[in-house]
């Protein structure tokens, strides 16, 4: 395997290489945990990085001492917040340059502002549970003109939360016996409960409307 193959395994994977990595860059780990969580989140063409897997796994081996769970909790939200607004602004870029465009049908784009305008803090919020959501919902908030100044706040609390969720589980059960043999397993899991909250606001809302 070269270089470059070597170099898209790991970071495609950094959830299971993640102590490979530790051991071998020791604090370069921050920046690098920085760089895959900014691109998971802020750019639309990497959905599919590691997000809650990372940052249960992250929370784990901080339990062990190897990483500052501090440090690692003010890298990793910040990168959460940093990938949101860079996604929210080339929406925003890319939705003047649709509105422009004659093929585009103005009904979608009046929509997506009219949703955002009513249920877009909320969304941001919940959407940073999903993955693959997460990483379009900034996106398509830029391109509904949702306020920034209203985005902002959303954001931020989004990714603190999501950030310290996840960490704090990892830390707290990452190690136990049951979870360190099935990871595979809890990897699956994670993925499904990152959707309980869309789930239930579904649901909500089909109760109100009854």
Known sequence: MDFFSLALDILFHMDQNLLLVI??????????????????????????LPGDSLLFVAGAIASTGALNIYMLFGVLALAAIAGDTANYHIGKYIGKRIIRSKRINKGYIRKAEDFYERHGGKTIILARFVPVVRTFAPFVAGMGKMRYRRFIV?????????????LVAGYLFGNLPVVRDNISLMFIAIVLASFIPFGAEFARRKLKKR
Request: aromatic share 26%; charged share 5%.
């Open 23 to 48: 051991q071998q860059y020791g604090f370069l780990i921050y920046p690098l945990l920085f760089c895959v969580v900014f691109l998971e989140t802020g750019v639309v063409f990497t959905p599919f």
């Open 154 to 166: 959303f954001n931020i609390a989004g990714g603190v939360c999501w950030t310290a969720i996840f």
